[in-house]
C-alpha cells in the first residue's frame, strides 16, 4: 500500500511529536544497593554467599546492572562488626542482610529505618528483643532465623542412637560466645534426659584445641560435639584434623565440617537459608515492609556421614544410620 504525501508528513509528524513523551514515561532503572556483613571470612562464607546472590540474579537483580552488593567479613574480629555495621549504612544501602546474633545486634543499634533481613541467628530473637515476635516482628528486623536449641538436643539423640555406651560428651566451642552458650545449653538439657553428662570444653584460640581435646581424653569422653561459631567455623580444616587425632565419634553442627573430613553433623541447610534472605530482600523491594514479614524458620534438615572418615578412624556407624543419612561420603 503506497501512503500519499499528506498521509506520509502526518504520520512522520506524530512519531516526531509521541517519541519524546515514551520515552519519558519509562521508569528509571533504579540500582539497589544492599550491605551483606558476617562474622565469619570471605572464603568460608563463599558457598552462602554464592547461593544469595544466584536467588537475587533469579529474582532480576544482576550486579553491575540493578544491583550492587557490598560485602563485609568481620573474620571472626566480632569487635569489628559495629564498625562494619555503621559504615554500610553511611552509604547508605536499601537493606542490611546480616548474619548471626551480634551482626544483628550492631545493626539494630545501628538503624531503625534500613531494612533489616535476618540470614541466620541461632538463637530466640523475641528472647533477645530483636524482633516482637515471629509472626509480626514490627520493626524493621525480619528474616530466617535457625533453631540451635532443638537442633543441639537431636544432635545428642543421634550420637546416642549409633553408639549406645556412651555416658560422657565432650562439646567443644569458643569461650564467651552468646551461640555456643545457647548451643551448650540445650546439649546439657537433652543430656539429663539420655542419662549422658557434658564435659564443657572452652577454647579462646586455636592454639587451645589440642589442650582441649587432650582433656577429653583424659576424662575419658566417649565421643565429642564441636560447635561451629566463631572461630572454629573459620578454621574447620585444622579443627577436624585435630578433632580426628582422639580419633572418638564427632559430631559437628555444620555439614562444612563433614565434607572436610569430620565424621558426621546434622544441622539445616545453610544454602537454603541464604536462598530465602534473598526472597526477603525481593519483597522488602517489592514494597513490603519488614514489620508485616513473618520471620522464617529452617524446614529441611541433613544429617551427613563421612564413611571415609568412619573407616579411616575404625569407628562403626550403625547401617540403619546410615540409611538415615541425607548424604554419605564414600
Known sequence: MRLKPTTLVVTL??????????????????????GYVRPGSASVS????????QRLRELGYI??????????????????????VAELVRLPVDCLVVNGTGT????????????????NVSEDPVRLGLITSLARPGGNITGVIGIAEQLAGKRLELLKEAFPHLTRVGHLSVKNSPTSA?????????????GVRIQPLHVQGMDDVEQALRAARAE???????AHYGFL?????????LVDTIRLPVM????????????????DAPLDRARRAATFVDKIFQGAKPADLPVEQPTKFELVINLKTAQALEITIPPHLLMLADEVIR
Not at 182 to 194: H, K, P, S, Y
Request: proline fraction near 4%; avoid cysteine.
Open 13 to 34: 509528524a506524530l512519531v516526531i511529536l509521541t517519541a519524546p513523551l515514551a520515552v519519558e514515561t519509562q521508569p528509571p532503572t533504579k540500582v539497589y544497593r544492599v
Open 182 to 194: 545457647t548451643d551448650l545449653q540445650a546439649v546439657e538439657a537433652a543430656a539429663r534426659v539420655l
Open 233 to 241: 567455623g573459620d578454621h574447620r580444616a585444622r579443627v577436624v584434623q
Open 63 to 84: 550486579e553491575g546492572q540493578n544491583l550492587v552488593i557490598e560485602a563485609r567479613f568481620a573474620d571472626s574480629q566480632l569487635e569489628r562488626l559495629s564498625a562494619l
Open 104 to 119: 544483628i545486634r550492631a545493626a539494630k543499634q545501628a538503624t531503625s529505618t534500613i531494612p533489616i533481613v535476618m540470614i
Open 46 to 53: 563463599a558457598s552462602e554467599t554464592e547461593a544469595f546472590t
Open 220 to 226: 575419658r569422653a566417649d565421643a565429642l560435639i564441636v
Open 252 to 267: 559437628y553442627t555444620q555439614a562444612e565440617f563433614v565434607k572436610t573430613g569430620g565424621l558426621m553433623s546434622y544441622a
